[in-house]
């Protein structure tokens, strides 16, 4: 059975919607518009929208929690896509990694998870970012963690960065027609020290001395260009994914939340976290 076959139907951070027994189904005209679970679970696409049948509407009732052109968003994308958002980034310095990622999972135009934890460990000193589809790179994740788990034991020490970005590659690639996972894999082995990997939707490898992905990395090219030096420090390499995270977040309407960074070296790692209102930069 190929990978991609198990996931490529939930669209939620990881929530599997089983399907009610025939008997159980509800006939269309059961279904009140009016009433948000009614929405969330037989329309997902317009689960903020107000109905325009409710006795409290108008026949022009516009969007709640959207543009007033959402209902065009909306029908652009095909039958069964979901609009997917977010902004990861990882930075080498010398002695380790910063790894990073804002925290807004969506679903069109609706916030399923405002506080998400794209930041997955799936080693002790290797960590990876997901962007695309939360279940899909969560099940790929778990694949790798397992894969490692049995890396570790049969050779008797900690699994390279290397060998973790290899076995990313090597499922996304084969699964690139069922998946939409964009990856960056980042950590500190002693042998190479700090690494950081790039793996795009498709399954590309790419080491890199930093790398941004995710919906909102395309607003901040030119400040990454601008920014990064060879030879920055771990505080001056901290500052420099938590300030391009807060960038993207201001310009991308599918980035959002706050923002987690690890920092990984030979000591370990350690979790920070920057509050939404703490951010260096916000929306103008």
Sequence with gaps: MNLGTMFINSNFDGVLFATLPAARRLNAMDIDSSRFIDRIVHDPARVMETSSSSAHSGAH?????????GAQLMDALKK???DLGTSIMA???????????????????YISNRASDKVTAVDERIFVCRSGSAADTQA???YVTYFLDQHRMEYGKAPKVETAANLFRELCYNNKNM?????LVAGWDPVKGGQVYSIPVGGALLERPYSIGGSGSTYI???CDAYFKPGMSAAQSEEFVVKALSHAMARDGSSGGLIRTVKIDAAGAERKMVPGNKLPFGPL
């Design 91 to 109: 930075v080498a310095y010398e002695g380790g990694v910063i790894i990073g990622a804002d925290s807004r999972t969506s679903t069109g135009v």
């Design 61 to 69: 009732a516009a969007a709640v929690g959207a543009h007033a052109d």
């Design 221 to 223: 090219y030119g400040f």
């Design 80 to 82: 069964g896509e979901v």
């Design 179 to 183: 998946l939409t996972a964009g990856i």
């Design 140 to 142: 790929v994740s778990d």
